[in-house]
Structures are given as C-alpha cells and as structure tokens.
C-alpha cells in the first residue's frame, strides 16, 4: 500500500491512463473523454455528476440522468473496466417505508460509499418539491431502500464519510436555497444511526477567485496519514455565469471541520470543448474517485457541462504534496 493511504484496498483494475509527456498538471484528462455519452440510453437528455464505486471485482454506480422532459432522475449502473457502462434505462425506484419522505420529486448529483456492510447513496432529494439530502442504500445495485432525508431544506452535496468517526456516521453537506443559489459553505454534520443529523460544524467557506463564490464536497474523502483527502468544486461568477471547477483540501482525521491545508490554485477548470459547452457551459463536477490502495492511482469521475461524464488521473501522494505546497 501506498506509504500515506489508510484503509485503502488494492484495486489493480482501475481506469488508468499515464500522465501524458509534456503535462505539468498534478491532474490530467484521459485522452479519450467523455466516457459516458449524453445519450447513452434512449430515455435520457444527458448523464453527468455520477457517482461509481467498485462492486463484485469490477464495477457500478448510481448516475444522474436529466430524462428528455429534462426531469432529473438517478439510475443504476454497472462496468467490467470503469469505463464502457451499461446504465439501466428506467429510474432508481426506491423502496421506502414513508409515504411522504419516498413520494419522489426529483435526484440528482448522487455520491456512493462502501460502510460497514453496504452501499449508501446520498444525493440532492427533492422533499416538497426543495432541495435537500437523500439518503438511501443498496446492497447490489438492483433494490435500492431510502432512508430519511438527512436535513431540512434546503442543502445540496451531501457527502458522507466511508467510515464513523468517533463512533459516529459523518457527513459533508452544503446548505442553499431554492435557486441557483449565490452563496455556499461546506459544513460537517454526525449521526448515530444515519437517521438523527446534529452536532453541525463550519468547515470552510469561500475565499478568492475560482472559489469566489461557493464551494460544495465532491468525492468521498479519502483518509490517509496526512488528514483527510477532499475533492470539491468551487464556483465564481463571471460575467457570463457560473464557472465551476475542482480544488482540494485536508481536513482533521480526527476534527474534519479543521481544515489543515487547500488549495489557492484549482486543480481542474473548465478549459476542454466538452466542458465549456454543453446544457450548462464551464462546469466540471467530481462526484467519485476510484483509488488503487497499492500504487496511490486515483481515477476521478467529474460531470463535464452539465452534459456528459469525463474522467482525470492523478497519484494521491503527488496530490498531497501539491495540496500542501500551493494552499490558500
Ligand atoms: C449546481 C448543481 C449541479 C450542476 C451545477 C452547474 O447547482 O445543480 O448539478 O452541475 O449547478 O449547473
């Protein structure tokens, strides 16, 4: 295992493509982006800020796919290699013992983490009609249960953490309202039983520039040595509208909501076709990284202009240290 990785598995398999000759990126694009089409399966408009774990010693997750009514919807996915998917054609129907809690609105930008002895899902759930977290999990990818809304409305960008910390289930979120909301902190929250959310902590706001204007948790964060490794997406507002792009930070083991280091510079803007044009031009969106615990190889999945999936490379520990050597 990788010297700074804690409880990582090996996972030989997954989606790798060399840092290409001449790149001076710390993360870098495969060369064959996007990997998921807007029109992979008939129903859907576009598939973008998808969230996918390993599953079976190959591959599956659960995907956004705005339908063509343009009503955003989660289905189920699978993949031997990380890259060719099947994604089902008919919505995530969720099995919920309350009526009200499961009567569906909408879903969208799911993230996906192994616990204990399932998969839990968390995603932007309409309740009423407003934003809030989604709850849920599966055990295989086909019967999917929901559990109850982590938050009141309005909050966006639930990520949960893959294990308790001090005895308890932890969660990012980002609390909005009900636009497009022109504001946006990362805040932690803990659970006893995944059902009761409280003892809420500021972890961090907005400062300058490419994260001007809000911040929101990407990928399950990732524990090494160093601190928690966090991927997040950081908004400014140009003249022509949001420019969504991908920093990183390291949060506290032990204290997630003291931020150790994150970065001044991005990691990852908007500067690809695919990611400057699209439904909503200029947005990369990281919902999921697969992690190779035994090389440090870390393949992220990010949602490119609202439109399609792409995927970046990077080496966790060439991460960290440029995390540590450019924070804000
Ligand atoms: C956010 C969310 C994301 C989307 C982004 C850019 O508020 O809706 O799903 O990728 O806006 O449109």
Not at 233 to 247: D, E, I, K, Q, W
Request: hydrophobic share 40%; with cysteine.
């Amino acid at each position: 295992m990788s010297g700074i990785l804690v409880n990582a598995e090996p996972l030989p398999n997954i989606p790798w493509e060399d840092r290409p000759p001449g790149c001076r990126d710390v993360v870098w694009r495969y060369s064959q982006n996007p990997v998921i089409p807007r029109d992979l399966i008939p129903s859907s408009n576009s598939i973008f800020n998808s969230a996918v774990v390993p599953f079976e010693g190959e591959f599956a997750g659960v995907f956004r796919c705005d339908d063509k009514r343009r009503a955003m919807q989660l289905h189920a996915g699978r993949s031997h290699d990380g890259i060719t998917w099947e994604i089902k054609n008919d919505r995530i129907q969720w099995i919920c013992d309350d009526a009200d809690v499961g009567e569906w609105g909408y879903g969208y930008d799911p993230r996906v983490v192994w616990i204990n002895d399932r998969y839990y899902v968390t995603w932007c759930n309409a309740y009423g009609g407003w934003p809030t977290i989604g709850v849920g999990y599966t055990h295989d990818f086909r019967e999917f249960h929901q559990l109850e809304n982590a938050f009141l409305p309005f909050n966006r960008n639930g990520v949960l953490f893959p294990r308790k910390i001090g005895e308890k289930y932890a969660m990012l979120s980002r609390p909005s309202d009900r636009g497009h909301t022109p504001f946006g902190d990362i805040y932690y929250s803990e659970s006893p039983d995944m059902t009761h959310w409280g003892r809420h902590r500021f972890v961090m706001g907005t400062t300058f520039g490419w994260q001007s204007t809000k911040i929101g948790a990407g990928p399950i964060p990732i524990e090494t040595t160093q601190g928690w490794l966090l991927l997040y997406h950081g908004v400014l507002t140009s003249c022509n509208g949001f420019v969504y792009s991908m920093g990183a930070a390291l949060l506290d083991l032990h204290q997630p909501w003291r931020v150790l280091f994150r970065t001044a510079p991005y990691l990852m803007s908007p500067q690809r076709l695919y990611e400057c044009v699209g439904d909503v031009p200029n947005v990369v969106f990281p919902c999921a990284a697969l992690l190779d615990g035994a090389s440090g190889r870390l393949a992220i999945y990010y949602g490119a202009a609202d439109t399609v999936v792409g995927l970046a490379f990077t080496y966790v520990d060439e991460l960290i240290t440029f995390v540590k050597t450019h924070a804000a």
